[in-house]
T-cell receptor
Framework: GENVEQHPSTLSVQEGDSAVIKCTYS??????FPWYKQELGKRPQLIID?????GEKKDQRIAVTLNKTAKHFSLHITETQPEDSAVYFC????????????FGAGTRLFVKA | NAGVTQTPKFQVLKTGQSMTLQCAQD?????MSWYRQDPGMGLRLIHY???????DQGEVPNGYNVSRSTTEDFPLRLLSAAPSQTSVYFC?????????????FGSGTQLSVL
């Protein structure tokens, strides 16, 4: 079945440094890759997504890259701030025919002031 | 606009008891789903629905039942609760059944089974 692996499980960075979270997916038909942020005690919320027809997407301090051949995608956060501390989930699904969104196990990011 | 509403927020059950977690959305979304969140295991899909009268199993469906009699509501039933079902449960919906869109999550239900 479909599987999404996410690494690392925990990441600690100094404020101002960059953070990178990596995911791999198993279903080659996956073509939509969202990233969700979950603050402590809150619900997950979408922060950025990418479709398989592009290799990179940026939104201010966050960016996502996709390597379809290797079935890898990554989240990059630059100039990290304490409010970036949260759990981040990657996910994979199919646009136009698949119904399931499968999530990675999550990465707990700590940004130290 | 309420979005996705889940009730209750907290629940404690004894082993063998049954209960229903409620989920409602007011966005006319076709697709609704239930996830459970356990430490170190991310969000795992329990059941999903692509429209009224249509449901299907996700990754971890055992011990749970669902039904979708209306577009708005998608309750999750635990017929005989077990300690392994202690978890945080999230209902999530999106506009289209076809995928490729973000999920809107409810606020979650923290369930403890003793």
């Amino acid at each position: 079945g479909e599987n999404v692996e996410q690494h690392p499980s925990t990441l600690s960075v100094q404020e101002g440094d960059s953070a990178v979270i990596k995911c791999t997916y198993s279903d080659s038909a996956s073509n939509y890759f969202p990233w969700y942020k979950q603050e402590l005690g809150k619900r997950p919320q979408l922060i950025i997504d990418i479709r398989s027809n592009v290799g990179e997407k940026k939104d201010q301090r966050i960016a996502v890259t996709l390597n379809k051949t290797a079935k890898h995608f990554s989240l990059h956060i630059t100039e990290t701030q304490p409010e970036d501390s949260a759990v981040y989930f990657c996910a994979a699904s199919r646009e136009g025919g698949g119904f399931k969104t499968i999530f990675g196990a999550g990465t707990r990011l700590f940004v130290k002031a | 606009n309420a979005g996705v509403t889940q009730t209750p927020k907290f629940q404690v059950l004894k082993t063998g008891q049954s209960m229903t977690l409620q989920c409602a959305q007011d966005m006319n979304h076709e697709y609704m789903s239930w996830y459970r969140q356990d430490p170190g295991m991310g969000l795992r899909l329990i059941h999903y629905s692509v429209g009224a009268g249509i449901t299907d199993q996700g990754e971890v469906p055992n011990g749970y039942n669902v039904s979708r009699s209306t577009t708005e509501d998608f309750p999750l039933r635990l017929l005989s609760a077990a300690p392994s079902q202690t978890s945080v449960y999230f209902c999530a919906s999106r506009l289209s059944a076809a995928g490729g869109e973000k999920l809107f999550f409810g606020s979650g239900t923290q369930l403890s089974v003793l």
